[in-house]
């Protein structure tokens, strides 16, 4: 598939994340000191949603429910969630700005 338009790049701030809906899939976007990266929007844990939460340590995001941190410009689990450790990545997505747009590859 191809490249979708998934928001304007002044809707998320630097250090921030939102929730964007493409092609009928949630996804988290986040603006990462300008760069935009797109991820799963639902923790693979139990389907808590992610997006829409500020960014920790510049490139991390934390779910709120078992406390999983997870890098968004990778996927990458950084910390299992409490208290039952399970460790999953999340899936990520090519982004690239368009005419001040940020688009999505689904």
């Not at 998934?6 to 092609?23: I, K, L």
């Not at 996927?75 to 997505?93: A, R, W, Y």
Request: glycine share 10%; charged share 20%.
């Amino acid at each position: 598939m191809g490249y979708e338009d998934a928001a304007p790049t002044d809707w998320v701030e630097p250090g921030q994340t939102a929730s964007v809906n493409v092609d009928g899939f949630p996804i988290g976007l986040a603006n990462v000191d300008g760069e935009f990266y797109a991820f799963q929007n639902l923790c693979p844990h139990q389907g808590t949603t992610l997006g829409g939460r500020p960014l920790s340590d510049g490139c991390t995001i934390v779910c709120p429910q078992h406390a999983s941190r997870y890098d968004v410009r990778t996927g990458e689990c950084l910390e299992p969630s409490t208290p039952d450790g399970f460790d999953q990545d999340l899936m990520t997505f090519e982004t690239r700005v368009v005419d001040e747009v940020v688009q999505i590859r689904i």
